[in-house]
């Protein structure tokens, strides 16, 4: 014990570091502790010490928080930019989104001739009629065809096939209430087999005069027709060759 | 209760990368517990700045911890966190309540080690040494910081930061805390021996 009293390992600061920083042995750690006991002077050298190091790692600390609040906030930022991207690209499509249907309601209003779509059933009207479905596709194109009296008529190709189609244009208040669909206004449209081919009847409430109108087949089942620069799709269940 | 293998694995390897000193897992261990941690603290009188700063100072503490060796891997990371930020953050609260000054709480818990240096209270000249440190110039805050508070060994100081060896870095090391104990002794007014 006395010996241990004697030692005075923390007159050196080299004995002090192993001993703040737990690199002493148990053994060894014991007697530095008792020495600490009796040494006043000791207990002081080694509290300068404690300090010393305690404050380096108090820096290391707060230098660590401030680097990693740094890269945070700089991924917050990053984060931020993608959710400004993201939030304008949205915006940027709503705003096309209430423009385009802005525009088809509009159109709609205006020009009733045009219609989303146009739902019919099979042979609802006779034996050898068929009600088609058709879609507006809102894109310009070159008019073909010629418009007499209320008929155009169309020879069209399909492979070998080959189908004259005629293109009635009847007015809106000619069509047989039933093919009303409740009060969604519709371009009807009615194709039958006639003597002379197929006969596509449009239903319209637009002079004939302007209607400007083309036709072609796009393939076995189905045809585009144009009227006043729009085109309407029309799939043809069975074909537009014949066979209705 | 036995910790689901899949924490196991990943907390495992975030403890890996603290132990190699990659501080991208304290960014990471930080996203994934920002929400408690937020709803702990907004619930308790805090604002969502306060949480983000209680979090950042609860990885600090695990990070110390790690490092030291002290961490005991007994339940998830994330419950450690959170029963780390959860301490900081009411004893800040109790702080305020007391109308104490404000300190780093975060010192304070990582002070909960039994060891006899983190055992110290605060006091001005830790406060005056955390400033010296600032001041002191590289490679010496950098040997320094390597040393007491990475625990670094000479050996692994010298490849880091391009001494020649070992020895080389122990003289350094010695002229840095001198240069530091200047300072500090500048800074409090040459009267600290």
Redesign the interface.
Known sequence: MGDRQLIHWTKS?ENIEP????RLDDVKDQEFTEHLQMCEECRLR?Q?E????????????????R???Q??QS?QGRHFEWTQVASIAAAIVLMFAAVFMIRWFTDFEHDRTRNREIVFKDNEVSQRSLWITGKVILQPRTFRGTLSDRTSSFVIKQGDATQTISIKYAQLAELPPTKRIGDELIIPTFLEQTSKGLQLTLYTNAPEQSLATGIEAVSAESLIVYIKGQQIAYNIPGGWAGKM | MQTPFFFLNNDSKLLDAIRSSDEEALVELFRQNRRPITSLVTRNQGSEDDAEDVLQEAMVVLWDRVRSGSFEYQAKLSTFIYATAKNIWFRRLARHRRELPATEEALDVAAEDASPLEELEENERIIAVQKAMEQLGNPCRDLLLLFYWEDRSMEEIAVKLGFANADTVKSKKYQCKKSLEHLVRSMLGGSDG
Request: no cysteine.
């Open positions: 600061v001993y703040l920083m737990h080694v300068q404690q300090e010393l190091i305690a404050g380096i790692r108090r820096f290391g600390r707060v230098e660590l928080k680097r990693l609040n890269r945070i991924e």
